[in-house]
T-cell receptor, first 112, second 115 residues
Framework: TQLLEQSPQFLSIQEGENLTVYCNSSSVFSSLQWYRQEPGEGPVLLVTVVTGGEVKKLKRLTFQFGDARKDSSLHITAAQPGDTGLYLCAGRGIQGAQKLVFGQGTRLTINP | DTGVSQDPRHKITKRGQNVTFRCDPISEHNRLYWYRQTLGQGPEFLTYFQNEAQLEKSRLLSDRFSAERPKGSFSTLEIQRTEQGDSAMYLC?????????????FGPGTRLTVL
């Protein structure tokens, strides 16, 4: 069974600080996606990483896929209150798997 | 709006009743997925369709659950004889088969509460 562990589960920081969220597994994934979810809504896709070591940037958000494609990180620079939300990583297995395996999420609160 | 839509957004029912949810995918997407999310957890895969064929079902999908996609467009998820443990957010997602990364786009979900 493929599992994704996210850490931390909860993070509350002040506006302007930097933070990193981690997503780890013992399994290899063909791709990994990061989503952000607001209360009562569905997850919204932020980015997909597919190549080991790949780094993608989305404004103040930097996403990295581990060299072995087993882990990923999300780094936010100068966090803003609008970054508040639940961040989910989701991996697609190798060998043609279509379903996504999700981590339990990191609930991020940015205080003004 | 051309995103994934789900109906209803909220459903409250009594234990033992049957409920049905509908999902309309992004129009050109031929793959459709159902996930369930309980409070404080990430979504868990239930089943997926490519066109009208149901290609994979999770062990989470008990005999009380059935999903259909009769014409390869919208899908329905029915839960029979609901139990309190069925209370969750039911999420639908869609993607394009053969798409570069099989990126899945989610709808807003249906929040089910079983009393």
């Amino acid at each position: 069974t493929q599992l994704l562990e996210q850490s931390p589960q909860f993070l509350s920081i002040q506006e302007g600080e930097n933070l990193t969220v981690y997503c780890n597994s013992s399994s290899v994934f063909s791709s990994l996606q990061w989503y952000r979810q607001e209360p009562g809504e569905g997850p919204v896709l932020l980015v997909t990483v597919v190549t080991g070591g790949e780094v993608k940037k989305l404004k103040r958000l930097t996403f990295q896929f581990g060299d072995a494609r087993k882990d990923s990180s999300l780094h936010i620079t100068a966090a803003q209150p609008g970054d508040t939300g639940l961040y989910l990583c989701a991996g697609r297995g190798i060998q043609g798997a279509q379903k996504l395996v999700f981590g339990q999420g990191t609930r991020l609160t940015i205080n003004p | 709006d051309t995103g994934v839509s789900q109906d209803p957004r909220h459903k409250i029912t009594k234990r033992g009743q049957n409920v049905t949810f509908r999902c309309d995918p992004i129009s050109e997407h031929n793959r459709l997925y159902w996930y369930r999310q309980t409070l404080g957890q990430g979504p868990e895969f239930l089943t997926y369709f490519q066109n009208e064929a149901q290609l994979e079902k999770s062990r989470l999908l008990s005999d009380r659950f059935s999903a259909e996609r009769p014409k390869g467009s919208f899908s329905t998820l029915e839960i029979q004889r609901t139990e309190q443990g069925d209370s969750a957010m039911y999420l639908c997602a869609s993607s394009i088969a053969g798409g570069r990364y099989n990126e899945q786009f989610f709808g807003p979900g249906t929040r089910l509460t079983v009393l």
